[in-house]
């Protein structure tokens, strides 16, 4: 491993939790390059699974609420 490499460990550590977290999914997504796996973390499977309960249940929003939301996000 290269010094750089383990350098930067300790100094995260001494980071803004907020700042630490925004390293974390950048790091999965290098760590899951080899398998081509995303590795899901707590908030996102939890995320997921309640949109699949959300579809069983069928609650879904309209399509003119979609369309705000895309417009606010630059999409339409």
Request: hydrophobic share 35%; net charge negative; aromatic share 6%.
């Amino acid at each position: 491993m290269s010094q750089t490499a383990k350098d930067v460990p300790r100094r995260i550590e001494t980071w803004p939790k907020e700042d630490q977290e925004g390293v974390a999914e950048p790091a999965r997504d290098i760590e899951a390059r080899p398998s081509r796996l995303y590795l899901l973390d707590d908030q996102e499977e939890a995320a997921i699974r309640e949109g699949l309960a959300q579809l069983d249940r069928e609650e879904w929003v309209d399509e003119e609420d979609m369309k705000v939301l895309w417009k606010r996000c630059g999409i339409l």
